[in-house]
C-alpha cells in the first residue's frame, strides 16, 4: 500500500517532519519515533513499515462505515469528472438538495432543516450562532446565555472552546467568550455531587433547571451537551438524563442543542444518539462519521420552528447571519449521501448495537485482572475506567498515568485507541466483525498485562 510517489528518505527525516505541527502532540516526542501511515482498508492501517495497525477509534471516531469503501470512494470519482465546487453564496447543487433532504429523513421528528458546513467546530459555533439568533428575532433579544458542562468538548474555535469544559485545552486561551456556563456532566460512577443512582432522580440534570432560574430564564439562549461524552471517559447518562433536560429546556423557552458530531451515524446503536435516548434535540449538530472521513463534512439540522424563523424574502433581512466557503460543497454532498447510503441499507447501527454489546462482554470479562472500575457506553462507543482499586473505585495516582502506558503498549503491538491517564475508549468502523474483536481484545489485554508486569503488580 505504500506510495511510492514520494521520495520517502528526504520526508521521514527530521527536519522535515519537524516543520509539522500535528493535533496535541509534542513533535520532538513524535519524531522520535513518528507514525507514518500509508494505506487503510476495512478497520485496518498500514504504516510506513509496513506494520498493520486494528483502527480500534476510526480514526479519532470518524470512520464509520470503513476504510477504503468503493461505493464512497466511486461516488465521489464521479462527481469530481462533473463538478467539484459550486459557488455557494449564489447558488447551490444537487448533490447538496438531496443530502439535506435525506438527512432530514434520518435525524428525530421534526428536525427538517439543515446547513451544510465542514468541521465538528463549524457545526457547534453555528448552533449556538443560531440558538442566539432564533431568540433575537423571536422576541427574545436579550437570551444569549450558553450553558454547557465541564468535560465536554465542542471544539477548538473560539465560541467552541468557550462551550468546552476541559481546562487542558482551554485555559491558556482563557478568558474565552462572556455568557458560557458550566455544570458537571452525569458521571455516575464517581458523582461530584456524592449522591447515587437512582436515588438521586438525576440531581446533575436538574441543577441546569436550578442554574437557568439563577442566572434568569429571559437571559438564557441554549444548553450543550453532547449525549455521550468522550472526554472524561465515555460519560453515559442514566435514561432519565436527557429527558429530563427536554422538560427543563422546555419549561423555560431554552435551545436544547446535542452535539452528535461524534454520537452520530450509527455509533450508539440508532442513526442518531437522540433515539437511542429517545429524546429529540431543537439543533443537532454532526460531523465525523457524516462522511466517514472521506472528506470534511458537518451539519446541523433543526426543528421546523427554528426553520421557520429564519424563512423569509430579502426585505424580511431573518436570514441565518453565517457561512462557510466549502458548506453545501458538492464533493463533500456526495460522499455525505454515498456514506448515509451504506449505513441504512446495511444497518450499520444494528450492526453497532450487536459488535457492541460482544465487545463490551469480553471488556467485562477483564475486571478480573483487578483494575478496571467500569465498562460504559453505547452501541461502538465503548470506554474502559481503570482503577488501582475497584472495590474503593480509587483512581491510579496522577503520575501513573495507567491509561497512557496501556494505549501506548496497544498502540506498538498494533491497536489504535482514544486513551487518558484514567481510561480507555474504543470506537472501531461499524463494519468491524467478531474476529476482529477478539483480535483487538487479544493485543488489550497482552498491553495491560504488559503494563501491569512493568509495574511489578
Ligand atoms: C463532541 C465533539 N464536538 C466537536 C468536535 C470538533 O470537531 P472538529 O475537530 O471536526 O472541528 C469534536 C472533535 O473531536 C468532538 O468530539
Given at each position: 500500500m505504500?506510495?511510492s510517489?514520494?521520495d520517502?528518505?528526504?520526508l521521514?527525516?527530521?527536519d522535515a517532519?519537524?516543520?509539522?505541527?500535528l493535533d496535541?502532540?509534542?513533535?520532538?516526542t513524535f519524531i522520535?519515533?513518528?507514525?507514518?501511515i500509508t494505506g487503510?482498508?476495512?478497520?485496518?492501517?498500514e504504516?510506513?513499515?509496513?506494520?498493520?495497525?486494528?483502527?480500534?477509534?476510526s480514526?479519532?471516531?470518524v470512520?464509520?462505515?470503513?476504510?477504503?469503501?468503493?461505493r464512497?470512494i466511486?461516488?465521489?470519482?464521479?462527481?469530481?469528472?462533473t463538478?467539484?465546487?459550486?459557488?455557494?453564496?449564489?447558488a447551490?447543487?444537487?448533490?447538496?438538495i438531496?443530502?439535506v433532504?435525506?438527512l432530514?429523513?434520518?435525524?428525530?421528528?421534526?428536525?427538517?432543516?439543515?446547513k451544510?458546513?465542514?468541521?465538528?467546530?463549524e457545526a457547534?459555533e453555528?448552533?449556538?450562532?443560531l440558538?442566539?439568533?432564533?431568540h433575537?428575532q423571536?422576541?427574545?433579544?436579550?437570551?444569549?446565555?450558553?450553558?454547557?458542562?465541564y468535560q465536554?468538548?465542542?471544539?477548538?474555535t473560539?465560541?467552541?472552546?468557550?462551550?468546552t469544559?476541559?481546562p487542558?485545552?482551554?485555559?491558556?486561551?482563557?478568558p474565552?467568550l462572556p455568557?458560557?456556563?458550566?455544570?458537571h456532566?452525569?458521571?455516575?460512577?464517581?458523582?461530584?455531587?456524592?449522591?447515587?443512582y437512582?436515588?438521586c432522580?438525576?440531581?446533575?440534570?436538574r441543577?441546569?433547571?436550578e442554574?437557568?432560574?439563577?442566572?434568569?430564564?429571559?437571559?438564557?439562549?441554549?444548553?450543550?451537551?453532547e449525549?455521550i461524552?468522550?472526554?472524561?471517559?465515555?460519560?453515559t447518562?442514566p435514561?432519565?438524563y436527557?429527558p429530563t433536560?427536554?422538560?427543563?429546556?422546555?419549561?423555560?423557552?431554552v435551545?436544547?442543542?446535542f452535539?452528535e458530531?461524534?454520537?452520530?451515524?450509527?455509533r450508539?446503536?440508532?442513526?442518531f444518539a437522540s433515539?437511542?435516548?429517545?429524546t429529540?434535540p431543537d439543533?443537532?449538530?454532526?460531523?465525523k462519521?457524516?462522511?466517514?472521513g472521506?472528506?470534511?463534512?458537518?451539519?446541523?439540522?433543526?426543528?421546523?420552528?427554528?426553520?421557520?424563523?429564519?424563512?423569509g424574502r430579502?426585505?424580511?433581512?431573518v436570514?441565518f447571519?453565517?457561512?462557510?466557503?466549502y458548506?453545501?460543497n458538492?464533493?463533500?454532498s456526495?460522499a455525505g449521501?454515498?456514506?448515509?447510503?451504506e449505513?441504512?441499507?446495511?444497518?450499520?447501527?444494528a450492526?453497532?448495537?450487536?459488535?457492541?454489546a460482544y465487545?463490551?462482554?469480553q471488556?467485562?470479562?477483564?475486571?478480573?485482572?483487578?483494575i478496571?472500575g467500569?465498562v460504559r457506553?453505547?452501541?461502538?462507543?465503548?470506554?474502559?475506567?481503570f482503577?488501582?482499586?475497584?472495590?474503593?473505585?480509587?483512581?491510579?495516582?496522577?503520575?501513573v498515568?495507567?491509561?497512557?502506558?496501556?494505549?501506548?503498549?496497544?498502540?506498538?503491538?498494533?491497536?489504535?485507541?482514544?486513551?487518558?491517564p484514567?481510561w480507555?475508549a474504543?470506537?472501531?468502523?461499524?463494519?468491524i466483525t467478531?474476529?476482529e474483536?477478539?483480535i483487538?481484545?487479544?493485543?488489550?489485554t497482552?498491553s495491560?498485562k504488559?503494563t501491569l508486569?512493568?509495574?511489578g503488580?
Open positions: 505504500s506510495d510517489v514520494y520517502t528518505k528526504r521521514m527525516q527530521p517532519l519537524r516543520r509539522m505541527v496535541l502532540r509534542q513533535m520532538e522520535e519515533d513518528p507514525l507514518v487503510a482498508d476495512g478497520v485496518w492501517y504504516d510506513i513499515n509496513g506494520k498493520r495497525i486494528l483502527d480500534g477509534i480514526g479519532v471516531f470512520v464509520t462505515v470503513g476504510h477504503n469503501n468503493r464512497v466511486d461516488a465521489m470519482k464521479a462527481q469530481l469528472d463538478m467539484s465546487f459550486a459557488p455557494p453564496l449564489h447551490t447543487n444537487l448533490a447538496a438531496e443530502l433532504n435525506r432530514a429523513d434520518v435525524t428525530p421528528d421534526d428536525l427538517n432543516t439543515v451544510l458546513l465542514s468541521g465538528g467546530s457547534t453555528a448552533a449556538m450562532k440558538a442566539k439568533q432564533y433575537r423571536t422576541g427574545n433579544p436579550n437570551k444569549y446565555k450558553i450553558i454547557a458542562r465536554g468538548y465542542h471544539g477548538a473560539m465560541g467552541a472552546l468557550s462551550a469544559g476541559t487542558r485545552r482551554k485555559t491558556m486561551f482563557e474565552t455568557g458560557y456556563l458550566h455544570v456532566p452525569p458521571t455516575c460512577y464517581r458523582c461530584p455531587y456524592e449522591k447515587t437512582p436515588e432522580d438525576v440531581f446533575c440534570a441543577t441546569i433547571d442554574m437557568i432560574q439563577m442566572e434568569g430564564p429571559e437571559t438564557v439562549a441554549a444548553v450543550i451537551v449525549p461524552g468522550n472526554t472524561g471517559g465515555v460519560i447518562p435514561d432519565e436527557l433536560l427536554r422538560r427543563i429546556c422546555d419549561e423555560h423557552d435551545l436544547l442543542i452535539d458530531i461524534i454520537t452520530g451515524f450509527g450508539t446503536g440508532q442513526m433515539q437511542t435516548f429517545g429529540t439543533i443537532l449538530c454532526m460531523g462519521g457524516m462522511s466517514s472521506y472528506i470534511p463534512l458537518a451539519g446541523i439540522a433543526f426543528r421546523d420552528r427554528i426553520g421557520e424563523a429564519f424563512l430579502d426585505e424580511d433581512e436570514e447571519s453565517h457561512g462557510h466557503t458548506g453545501g458538492p464533493l463533500a456526495v449521501l454515498a456514506c448515509l447510503g449505513i441504512v441499507e446495511r444497518d450499520l447501527p450492526r453497532a448495537r450487536e459488535m457492541g465487545l463490551r462482554e471488556l467485562e470479562g477483564l475486571k478480573d485482572l483487578g478496571i467500569e457506553g453505547r452501541g461502538l462507543m465503548v470506554g474502559v475506567e482503577v488501582e482499586d475497584p472495590e474503593m473505585k480509587k483512581p491510579f495516582g496522577q503520575d498515568k495507567f491509561g497512557v502506558q496501556v494505549g501506548k503498549a496497544a498502540l506498538k503491538k498494533g491497536l489504535l485507541t482514544r486513551f487518558d484514567h480507555i474504543f470506537a472501531p468502523p461499524l463494519i467478531r474476529e474483536i477478539d483487538l481484545m487479544d493485543i488489550f497482552e495491560i504488559e508486569k512493568a509495574m503488580r
